[in-house]
Nanobody
Framework: QLHLVESGGGLVQPGGSVTLSCAAS????????IGWYRQAPGKDREGVAV????????FYEDSAKGRFTISRDNAKNAVYLQMNSLESEDTAIYFC?????????????????WGKGTLVTVSS
């Protein structure tokens, strides 16, 4: 079973950027797809982006397309979410997730393993 720990959250000004990190530990990290979800205050949790085990495939939900980039470094057992042009609507707790399966639908199906999240607040 993987253990996921997110970091990099904090206060960001509108229009700014931040990169979240997910440190994964456990057996065969490089065999898991890794994703990011977020939950804004008073809203349901929603998928953001997912990357395949090899890093060769990615999928973004509409809210992330063109602004966010997911990447991974399997040598470091780390996954990153670079977020640009942030808006107040991006304020949320961001969760790192993992699953043995990868597809363009995995975020909507739900992923198996979850971290505890890191808070990103976009405000001036």
């Amino acid at each position: 079973q993987l253990h996921l720990v997110e970091s990099g959250g904090g206060l960001v000004q509108p229009g700014g950027s931040v990169t979240l990190s997910c440190a994964a530990s456990g057996p065969r990290v490089d065999t898991y797809a890794i994703g990011w979800y977020r939950q804004a205050p008073g809203k349901d949790r929603e998928g953001v982006a997912v990357i395949s085990a090899s890093g060769g495939s990615t999928f973004y939900e509409d809210s992330a397309k063109g602004r966010f980039t997911i990447s991974r470094d399997n040598a470091k057992n780390a996954v990153y979410l670079q977020m640009n042009s942030l808006e107040s609507e991006d304020t949320a707790i961001y969760f790192c997730t993992a699953d043995k399966m990868y597809s363009d639908y995995i975020l909507r199906r739900g992923m198996e393993i979850w971290g505890k999240g890191t808070l990103v607040t976009v405000s001036s």
